[in-house]
């Protein structure tokens, strides 16, 4: 498995926009379908988006659709999460999460990797 170490996130008014980012170590980054979840206090870790190693699958969650673009960059380990629009109700801590088994397996959430949970608070 990965190792994942995320950054960005904060704090940002609704409306506004935030791109998180996750770092992967391991040469075979490349394999692995990349996706982000999130978790608000008292609620269940949700799923938010996927993309596979290529790139060529990007799956959203409702919620994020038409807002919040995944994608990666095999050449540098590289997965973001660009948020836009952002809304109060997407204040939650992010995940990370990435699987060699592929997208599904990712969406499940069952991913073998997950990095730290990083904040993102959106204020009205």
């Known amino acids: 498995q990965v190792q994942l170490v995320k950054s960005g996130g904060g704090l940002v008014q609704a409306g506004g926009s935030l791109r998180l980012s996750c770092a992967a170590s391991?040469?075979?980054?490349?394999?692995?379908?990349m996706g982000w979840f999130r978790q608000a206090p008292g609620q269940e870790r949700e799923f938010v988006a996927v993309?596979?190693?290529?790139?060529?699958?990007?799956y959203y969650a409702n919620s994020a659709k038409g807002r919040f673009t995944i994608s990666r960059d095999n050449a540098k380990n590289m997965a973001y999460l660009q948020m836009n629009s952002l809304k109060p109700e997407d204040t939650a801590v992010y995940y990370c999460?990435?699987?060699?088994?592929?997208?599904?397996?990712?969406?499940?959430?069952?991913?073998?990797?997950w990095g730290q949970g990083t904040q993102v608070t959106v204020s009205s």
């Open positions: 999460a990435a699987d060699s088994a592929g997208p599904r397996t990712v969406v499940a959430g069952t991913a073998g990797s």
């Open positions: 993309i596979s190693w290529s790139g060529g699958i990007k």
């Open positions: 391991g040469r075979t980054f490349s394999s692995y379908a």
